[in-house]
Structures are given as structure tokens and as C-alpha cells.
């Protein structure tokens, strides 16, 4: 089993619409939660950072952790033709970084 | 551009060649990881420094690949008679521990592509 789960669409969306991305996890342990947004042939770079549960909000993106339910979301308000990219789920713990697959989403204008 | 770097780009080789990709990190970041990617995959962890030190490898890193960080600072992968599985992204990311966020800041990665 992985350690975190990510449904890899893809997801396509038209403009102003909110996305909620998801991934699931198996390891109570983790404390450190991230979402990633990668553009094609580019390296990730850091959307949301998050520790233990609750949401925290930036601009158009809100990230909510679930603990109880091993359960990270992304949402994305009035989505844009440029949120279109990969959006990458990690967890940290004991200095190491786990990933999921992945969810590629498309924004459609 | 203070920025993770990675050199090549793209690396095309050979069966059987071995192939070494460069990572300069962030100066002052003490941590620098190690990544492959597969299309349609996540970034999955390879092997880590702390400084010039090597604390941890993937059980999944053969032992073709290998990993220095001479004097803390850049770092170099190298792969010895690469296989067509080898192809994938690597990617290179790096993070000071001192910090309060766990963020690290990847780089834009070396494609490789075995023939």
C-alpha cells in the first residue's frame, strides 16, 4: 500500500469553477501537510502548507486537513486557464517527503 | 537566479553509459533530496544529505546509482550502465532545517531518456 493515495484525473473544469482535489493517506503519523502545483516539464513548487488538522486559506486556494479521516483537500475558487497543472499531495515525517501520483487538472476557458 | 539549478536539462544516452546530473541547491540550505518522477507518478525519494553527509537511500535506489555531496554544498547522482527503466525526471530539492516550515524548493529537474 502507498503511503498516500491521489486520484490522477484528469480533471477539466470550465473558468470560475471550484476544484477540489483530494488525497488520502495510511500513516497517523504524519503532521506536515503540502500541496504542490506543478507545470508541465517543470520542477513542483509549494502551493499550501499546512501542520496537523483544520484549513488554512491563501487567495483563491483553501487547503483542509482531516486527520480523523487520513484526508487532505485542495479547493480552488473561480479556477483560471492558468491553475491548469498538476497538483501534487505530500506528506512529510521523519525527515523524508511522500508524494502522491498526482492530479492533473485542466481549466477550460 | 537564487534558485535550486540542475545541470543538464536533458540527458539522451545509451544503454550500458553511465551518466552523472549535477544539483546546486539554495547556498545556505543544509538539506538537499534526491528525486525520480515517471510520467503520470509523483516525485519518489531517492536518497538525502544533511551537509556533506548521506543519512538515508531508498530501498529502491540500485546499486548503479550513487550520491555525493562533497563539502555540504552541490551534489552529484550518478548512474552506472544505465537501463531503459532508468529514464524518468530527477529532480533535486532543498530545504534549511532551521526553519519553522518543512518547505523545500525543488529545482527544474534532468530529463533522461536511455535508448
Known amino acids: 500500500q502507498k503511503e498516500v493515495e491521489q486520484d490522477p484525473g484528469p480533471l477539466s473544469v470550465p473558468e470560475g469553477a471550484i476544484v477540489s482535489l483530494n488525497c488520502t493517506y495510511s500513516n497517523s503519523a504524519f503532521q506536515y501537510f503540502m500541496w504542490y502545483r506543478q507545470y508541465s516539464r517543470k520542477g513542483p513548487e509549494l502551493l499550501m502548507y499546512t501542520y496537523s488538522s483544520g484549513n488554512k486559506e491563501d487567495g483563491r486556494f483553501t487547503a483542509q486537513v482531516d486527520k480523523s479521516s487520513k484526508y487532505i483537500s485542495l479547493f480552488i475558487r473561480d479556477s483560471q486557464p492558468s491553475d491548469s497543472a498538476t497538483y501534487l499531495c505530500a506528506l512529510y515525517n521523519f525527515n523524508k517527503f511522500y508524494f502522491g501520483s498526482g492530479t492533473k487538472l485542466n481549466v477550460k476557458p | 537566479d537564487t534558485g535550486v539549478s540542475q545541470d543538464p536539462r536533458h540527458k539522451i544516452t545509451k544503454r550500458g553509459q553511465n551518466v552523472t546530473f549535477r544539483c546546486d541547491p539554495i547556498?545556505?540550505?543544509?538539506?538537499l533530496y534526491w528525486y525520480r518522477q515517471t510520467l503520470g507518478q509523483g516525485p519518489e525519494f531517492l536518497t538525502y544529505?544533511?551537509?556533506?553527509?548521506?543519512?538515508?537511500k531508498s530501498r529502491l535506489l540500485s546499486d548503479r546509482f550513487s550520491a555525493e555531496r562533497p563539502k555540504g554544498s552541490f551534489s552529484t547522482l550518478e548512474i552506472q550502465r544505465t537501463e531503459q527503466g532508468d529514464s524518468a525526471m530527477y529532480l533535486c530539492?532543498?530545504?534549511?532545517?532551521?526553519?519553522?516550515?518543512?518547505?523545500?524548493?525543488f529545482g527544474p529537474g534532468t530529463r533522461l531518456t536511455v535508448l
Open positions: 547556498s545556505e540550505h543544509n538539506r
Open positions: 544529505f544533511q551537509n556533506e553527509a548521506q543519512l538515508e
Open positions: 530539492a532543498s530545504r534549511y532545517t532551521g526553519g519553522y516550515y518543512n518547505e523545500q524548493f
